[in-house]
C-alpha cells in the first residue's frame, strides 16, 4: 500500500526558508503526481504545488509561485517542497498527496493518498 510521510516542518521566522520532505513506498511512482497542499486553522485544504513523478513537470499555486519549489529525487523516492521568503501566511499544515495519472489537480478530492501532515509556523 502506498505511504506518505512528511518531514522538515517547524517553526521559522519571516523571510525564511525551510524544506519538506515526503518520503514515499509501496508503488513505482513513476506514473503519479506527487502534490503538497496546506491547511490552516479554520480554513480549507488547499494546492501548493504538484509534479509529475516521470517529467518532473511541476505546478504551482498564484500565491507560492516564485517563492516554493517542488522537486523530486527518483533514487530516494522522496518529493521535495523548498519553500522561501516565508511569511505568516504561509503557516499551516502541509500535506503530501499522490494520485495516479499525469497532470495538476488542484483539488484534494483528485488524490487517492495523503501523508499524515507536518507542521510550519512563521513567526513575524
Do not use: H
Amino acid at each position: 500500500q502506498v505511504q506518505l510521510v512528511e518531514s522538515g516542518g517547524g517553526l521559522v521566522q519571516a523571510g525564511g526558508s525551510l524544506r519538506l520532505s515526503c518520503a514515499a513506498s509501496g508503488r513505482t511512482f513513476s506514473s503519479y503526481v506527487m502534490a503538497w497542499f496546506r491547511q490552516a486553522p479554520g480554513k480549507e485544504r488547499e494546492f501548493v504545488g504538484s509534479i509529475n513523478w516521470n517529467d518532473e513537470r511541476t505546478d504551482s499555486a498564484d500565491s507560492v509561485k516564485g517563492r516554493f519549489t517542488i522537486s523530486r529525487d527518483n533514487a530516494k523516492n522522496t518529493v521535495y517542497l523548498q519553500m522561501n521568503n516565508l511569511t505568516p501566511e504561509d503557516t499551516a499544515v502541509y500535506y503530501c498527496a499522490a494520485r495516479e495519472g499525469y497532470g495538476s489537480k488542484q483539488y484534494p478530492d483528485a488524490y487517492d493518498y495523503w501523508g499524515q501532515g507536518t507542521q510550519v509556523t512563521v513567526s513575524t
